[in-house]
């Protein structure tokens, strides 16, 4: 079994900044692509970001140049530094996992923390 804990969601003004990290965890597991998606109600779960084991990144036309994702490889954990907030990041922010084990890939998703922008 592959558990991620996220944290780091709230409440935040418009402008401001915020950081979500995600740590997975489970034996035998090695964790290759983690990033983020986001989704609000009613529409379509979204990438956000994701980043590779070795280092490399892409990213949400909407956010780039504002979020930035960040791995640490040795405590398995993905980190998402959102600055510049926007009322339109306002969602669940999800973190995604791709975690092997004996060959065989599995996709893993979080339970989500909101991220509310708002004045």
């Known amino acids: 079994q592959v558990q991620l804990v996220e944290s780091g969601g709230g409440l935040v003004q418009p402008g401001g900044s915020l950081r979500l990290s995600c740590a997975a965890s489970?034996?035998?597991?090695?964790?290759?692509?983690m990033g983020w998606y986001r989704q609000v109600p009613g529409k379509q779960r979204e990438l956000v970001t994701t980043?590779?084991?070795?280092?490399?990144?892409n990213y949400a036309t909407s956010v780039k140049g504002r979020f930035t994702i960040s791995r640490d490889n040795a405590k398995n954990t993905v980190y998402l530094q959102m600055s510049s907030l926007k009322p339109e990041d306002t969602a669940v922010y999800y973190c995604?996992?791709?975690?092997?084990?004996?060959?065989?890939?599995?996709?893993?998703w979080g339970r989500g923390t909101q991220v509310t922008v708002s004045s």
């Open positions: 995604n996992v791709d975690a092997v084990r004996f060959g065989i890939r599995y996709e893993v």
């Open positions: 489970g034996s035998g597991f090695s964790f290759y692509s």
């Open positions: 980043m590779t084991r070795t280092g490399d990144s």
